[in-house]
């Protein structure tokens, strides 16, 4: 990528609707239908400058909640939960594939079977 963090730390900065999810196989991307459906219909996300702090929320955007707190550095977005009961920090952390004013392409790896997953969000007006 192209943009420093502080250009990264700039644009993310916004509310965020999923519009797709995909795979990575052999070096393309597949669009998995059942997936894609699943993630469209809970996932939105209001991502805030001041303390860095996130909320999420399901459907249309306007109910959120208090998640946590996100970073960047160099192309790599995290995501920072707060403990969970039995203490164990969380951290979920993605590859900026794509981040400019109208959309957020991030890449992540899933532990259990090493998969790796696109997640592209449209900015919401």
């Given at each position: 990528?192209?943009?420093?963090?502080?250009?990264?730390?700039?644009?993310?900065?916004?509310?965020?609707?999923?519009?797709?999810?995909?795979?990575?196989i052999n070096g393309k991307e597949r669009v998995d239908p059942y997936v894609d459906k699943i993630i469209k219909q809970?996932?939105?996300?209001?991502?805030?400058?001041?303390?860095?702090?996130?909320?999420?929320?399901?459907?249309?955007?306007?109910?959120?909640?208090?998640?946590?707190?996100?970073?960047?550095?160099?192309?790599?977005?995290?995501?920072?939960?707060?403990?969970?009961?039995?203490?164990?920090?969380?951290?979920?952390?993605?590859?900026?594939?794509?981040?400019?004013?109208?959309?957020?392409?991030?890449?992540?790896?899933?532990?259990?079977d090493g998969k790796l997953t696109i997640f592209t969000y449209q900015r919401v007006k």
């Amino acid at each position: 990528p192209t943009n420093t963090k502080e250009i990264y730390e700039k644009l993310i900065v916004g509310k965020w609707k999923h519009t797709q999810t995909s795979s990575l196989i052999n070096g393309k991307e597949r669009v998995d239908p059942y997936v894609d459906k699943i993630i469209k219909q809970r996932s939105c996300f209001d991502i805030y400058e001041a303390n860095k702090n996130y909320t999420g929320g399901i459907g249309d955007c306007s109910d959120t909640e208090n998640i946590g707190k996100w970073s960047i550095y160099n192309n790599i977005l995290s995501y920072h939960f707060p403990p969970s009961e039995s203490g164990y920090l969380i951290s979920d952390r993605y590859e900026i594939l794509q981040l400019d004013e109208l959309t957020l392409k991030i890449k992540t790896t899933n532990s259990d079977d090493g998969k790796l997953t696109i997640f592209t969000y449209q900015r919401v007006k």
